[in-house]
DNA sequence: GCCAACGTTGGC
DNA sequence: GCCAACGTTGGC
């Protein structure tokens, strides 16, 4: 059964042109246990998800991309010249899983923050929900396609 | 840069 | 286990 989502990534970080050059990259830095319970015991294969640009201008959603590979180590957490490392993961036995998303497509134009809170069939999604920083959130099966739908 | 809304840490 | 202090996220 395929599952969706919508993933954040600060702009200014790694943005839907980085991914979409990279074609693949590993979904580390991410440091929060809730964001990777749901990556580690639920992201599979196969799953899709949105791309969301915080921090920018506007903030929204402005592409897809796919599971490539679930329950990656996030090697971030072992590098000691990585913002990123965890001095407390041991190499056998990491706190941090990940996954490899793969680029699947940019929008023609970011469906922004503002746009998902005034439209009234969206009105489920967590992302515009108050107080709701997870940057790894379960979409559902419909506000996916009927996100998919507003960029033709 | 501000600040609300979190999540984490650590003393007790 | 409680909770104050602190750190982070992210919209604005």
Known sequence: MKKYWL?????????????????VTAWTGVRNYQARNMMRDEMRKGDMCLYYHSNSK???????CTVAEERCIDETQFDKNSE?????SKIENPT?????????????KVISLEQIKQDINLQNM????????LS??????????????LNN
Not at 58 to 64: E, L
Not at 84 to 88: A, E, G, H, R, T
Not at 136 to 144: K, N, W
């Open 7 to 23: 993933i954040k990534s600060e702009e200014n970080v790694y943005s839907i042109d980085d991914l979409k050059k990279d074609k």
């Open 58 to 64: 506007p903030t929204g959603i402005v592409g897809v």
């Open 84 to 88: 990123y490392v965890d001095i407390k």
């Open 96 to 108: 941090w899983i990940c996954v490899k998303v793969k680029f699947v497509s940019k929008f023609k």
């Open 126 to 133: 967590e992302v515009i929900k108050k107080g709701n920083r």
């Open 136 to 149: 790894v959130q379960r979409v559902s099966e419909r506000d996916f396609g009927y996100i998919l739908n």
